[in-house]
């Protein structure tokens, strides 16, 4: 396992990273959930994502409760704050109140002292950035969180944010949790190019597009039984003929290098540097090992205009 540092900041994280969004806690049988973060750590990975609204909490119970088992130095654990945890009217958002309630609501359900990483799930429009970004640096001068972070903001939001930040010495933003893999794509015109120059470092999730960069949907209208897709609506919606058929040129392309049309996915996300990890979700160990070997993967300038033209 590679690994990259974090943006502008000193923390090393793995190149590929676990997530829990629409698996743990709920949709995956728990023991599926523990082996594949054993697994993880065991690969080398060091970077597990979680957040307070997977499962309103569940998430983050089976995420902190398995990896107790580690030493708390040896891995990086990261989770979220915005999304509604309840009826009221201050149960979402990025206040002070819900930020604070909710880092310490979130630190008693992983069972731990502190967080590394803690994100702003989504940009709030309702409340202002200094006071979002006081909270936040509270909870760092606590020790309650190392790193601030953020996730599928514009680059224009961040960019305001460091400047607030920068004008009341608060602690800066020094990564972003955007969508990004082959077929989504925004974040290359304006939000790398910031994150290069601000030190914001990139932890992009649905790298391989939730399952589709993997192969294994052979055509748009013949879902497999059982999978995500099948119970989700807006994740059927994402699954063209038009993208299977991208996906079957790219599976000629990764089988000449001898490697998985997935690792293909990966790696391709990884040729950028202000990327410092593809966070990947897994509903079986096997799957975690499988993703696993797309690090280090280098793929040549030619491959890499080749996707291109598979892309286009």
């Known amino acids: 396992m590679k690994y990259r540092k974090l943006g502008g900041s000193g923390i090393k994280v793995s190149e590929i990273s676990l997530g829990s969004w629409l698996t743990y806690g709920g949709y995956v049988e728990r023991e599926n959930a523990v082996n594949a973060i054993k697994t993880a750590y065991e690969l080398g990975i060091n970077f597990f994502d979680t957040a307070n609204v997977y499962e309103r909490g569940a998430a983050e119970e089976l995420v ?20 509604q945890m309840g009826d009221g009217p201050n149960d979402r958002g990025l206040s002070r109140k819900h930020i604070l309630e909710q880092a310490d609501a979130s630190l008693k359900r992983l069972g731990h002292d502190y967080v590394d990483i803690y994100y702003c799930h989504r ?7 200094e006071e979002t970004l006081r909270a936040l640096d509270d909870l760092v001068r606590q020790g309650k969180v190392l790193y601030v972070g953020v996730s599928e903001w514009q680059a224009a ?19 972003n949790q955007p ?13 790398i190019p910031l994150g290069e120059r601000a ?12 399952g589709l960069l993997t192969g294994k949907y052979t055509s748009a209208s013949a879902i497999p039984e059982g999978s995500r897709a099948a119970r989700l609506e807006w994740m059927r919606n994402g699954i063209t003929e038009e993208k299977i058929l991208k996906v ?24 950028q540097p202000n990327v410092a990890s593809a966070l990947v979700g897994a509903s079986r160990p096997e799957q975690v090992t ?23």
């Open 64 to 83: 902190g409760e398995t990896l107790k088992a580690y030493p708390r130095h040896s891995y990086v654990l990261a989770t979220k704050v915005f999304g």
């Open 123 to 129: 940009y709030d429009p309702e409340t202002r950035l």
């Open 157 to 175: 939001q961040m960019a305001e944010a460091l400047g607030v930040a920068d004008r009341y010495l608060l602690d800066r933003i020094v990564v």
């Open 179 to 191: 969508i990004y893999n082959m077929f989504e794509r925004y974040i290359e015109k304006e939000v």
């Open 199 to 210: 030190g914001i470092g990139q932890v992009v999730f649905s790298p391989l597009a939730q």
């Open 248 to 271: 079957r040129a790219l599976e000629g392309v990764a089988a000449e290098l001898d490697i998985t049309v997935g690792n293909l996915a990966l790696a391709w996300i990884l040729r």
């Open 290 to 312: 499988e993703n696993a070997k797309a690090s280090g993967i280098e793929l040549s300038e030619e491959t890499l205009k080749r996707i291109d033209e598979i892309l286009a």
